[in-house]
């Protein structure tokens, strides 16, 4: 027993910081993959001076990362002293502005932002007509008005001319931590003129060079996923707690994180995340577009994209229920010392599969691809209660899933053999067989739920030299523990209720 102490303290880790919307989490890893520690830090996700602002003080996330490291150092002091290297992956679509001296001008503006710009891209007659003609006008608009640093330099324009730098969340922890302002092109996901086809900032005639106007000494510099970005401070080392001069590697967002993660490398395995914001995706070594004028993404492995359909606030819905819906369970779970989620798996027992006709269009909120969405719940009857609800929330997810996932197998044109889970809603039984019916695919759930982690780590294990290439390093972290195998006996109901879901939002985008 000694002895494998005494190992494990001598044994190279690497450090995967996760920066989500309500969290960060600081997990130290083996070179195969296995966790040996983890910290989470809450905070509340954003504050709103208005209606519809969703902002958050950067130094949250700054304090909540030096916080989780000291908490592991406070009781294995090893696992950080023998650091390899060390990866961010973080939330996407949220903007810190920094002034020359790196420091924050004001709150960052979060994904969950709805506040509008303008726009300064105002297409003549004879390109509006082009754009109408092509079925993109509205969007382009729409993508426009989205910008954060649009309307930052419409509202605050002494601010926008302060501006040193506009980073991603990781962008700027990788600053904080480096000195570096730099990023890879799978972070660089939002409203900011990022040409993803060349993976490199776009050019003056690109599109979003148009929409999403930003000088470019205001960008940050572009490195490989799995490059060094660059070393801890000696400052940072200090307020930290960890290693002077440990690289720190350049990875991917959060969802780009998640599929390298679950071991998805090529178009035949897809990722679906059980996330607060639901998403299928494929990794490819092609730029396809999974619609038009919606980018293919950045992969975490170089030269690779990552072709997507999200759901925006997909599986948040269930918090969304448990909340508005779920006292009973929220009781339940407090009696027993459950979670609540465990409690509601019940409830989708309670009602058979289809619930009677009951529907649900799981758009809580609009996205780019459909900007017109609002939810819906159709097909109520008097056998309904809210098990049927909750059911229809999974299912009608399923649906919207499965019409992604199909969406995806016609622009690459590949077959989808397996599917790789991830996700907070991935830890439910039944939540994973109902969307393997539906989707008729099997389903695997990996070791760990902490994919997006993973992900870094795997990236920070090949640019510290731990593995020689990404593939090689995915083949020895990334775990399977579990595979939902579809059961075709609901096969022609799925099939039909699926139909008929397809034909909601049409019907109803416009209401």
Not at 21 to 36: E, H, K, N, P
Request: net charge neutral.
């Amino acid at each position: 027993m000694e002895k494998e102490r005494y190992m494990n303290a001598e044994q190279e880790t690497l450090i995967a910081i996760d920066c989500g919307t309500q969290s960060l989490r600081v997990i130290v890893f083996t070179a195969d993959g296995t966790i040996l520690a983890k910290q989470q830090i809450t905070y509340k996700p954003y504050t709103s001076p208005r209606e519809g602002w969703a902002e958050q003080d950067p130094m949250v996330w700054w304090e909540a990362l030096c916080k989780g490291i000291a908490a592991i150092k406070s009781t294995q002091p090893h696992l950080i002293a023998h650091a390899k290297g060390l990866g961010i992956t973080a939330q996407r679509d949220t903007v810190v502005f920094l002034d020359r001296n790196g420091n924050p001008l004001r709150p960052a503006i979060t994904w969950l932002d709805t506040r509008k710009a303008h726009g300064s891209y105002h297409p003549n007659a004879a390109m509006t007509a082009l754009y109408r003609i092509a079925g993109v006008y509205e969007k382009i608009m729409h993508s426009q008005s989205n910008g954060q640093c649009n309307w930052v330099q419409e509202n605050e324009p002494d601010l926008w001319n302060n501006t040193w730098k506009v980073l991603m969340v990781s962008g700027y922890l990788q600053y904080r931590l480096t000195g570096v302002a730099a990023d890879s092109p799978s972070s660089l996901v939002g409203h900011i003129p990022f040409d993803h086809k060349k993976q490199r900032w776009a050019a003056p005639s690109h599109i979003t060079a148009k929409i999403f106007p930003i000088e470019h000494d205001k960008l940050c510099e572009v490195v490989e996923s799995g490059a060094p970005v660059g070393t801890v401070l000696a400052s940072a080392a200090e307020l930290t707690g960890l290693p002077a001069a440990i690289p720190v590697i350049a990875c991917g967002s959060d969802k780009a994180c998640e599929t390298l993660g679950m071991g998805c490398l090529t178009s035949d395995i897809a990722s679906l995340s059980f996330g607060t914001t639901a998403s299928v995706e494929v990794c490819t070594d092609r730029y396809i577009e999974p619609s038009r004028l919606l980018p293919a993404y950045s992969a975490a492995i170089p030269k690779h994209w990552v072709p997507e359909i999200e759901i925006f606030r997909g599986y948040w819905m269930i918090s969304w229920f448990k909340n508005e819906l779920g006292y009973e369970e929220r009781i339940k779970a407090t009696e027993t010392g459950h979670i609540p989620e465990e409690i509601m798996d019940k409830l989708l027992d309670s009602s058979p599969p289809g619930c009677y006709g009951l529907m649900l269009q799981p758009y809580w909120g609009a996205s780019l691809r459909n900007h017109y969405a609002k939810g819906s719940i159709i097909g109520f009857g008097d056998v309904h209660g809210r098990h049927a609800i909750y059911r229809a929330i999974v299912e009608g997810l399923a649906y919207s899933l499965r019409e992604g996932l199909e969406q995806l197998e016609k622009r690459t044109g590949t077959t989808v053999k397996t599917i790789a889970v991830s996700g907070g809603a991935a830890k439910s039984d039944r939540i994973c067989s109902i969307t393997a019916n539906i989707l008729k695919r099997p389903l695997v759930r990996g070791v760990t739920t902490e994919t997006s982690a993973l992900g870094a780590a795997i990236l920070t294990a090949y640019g510290t030299g731990l593995h020689s290439s990404i593939e090689g390093a995915v083949k020895s972290m990334v775990r399977t523990s579990r595979a939902f195998e579809p059961s075709f006996e609901n096969e022609a109901l799925y099939d039909g209720l699926y139909k008929i879901y397809r034909q909601i939002y049409p019907a109803l985008k416009h209401a």
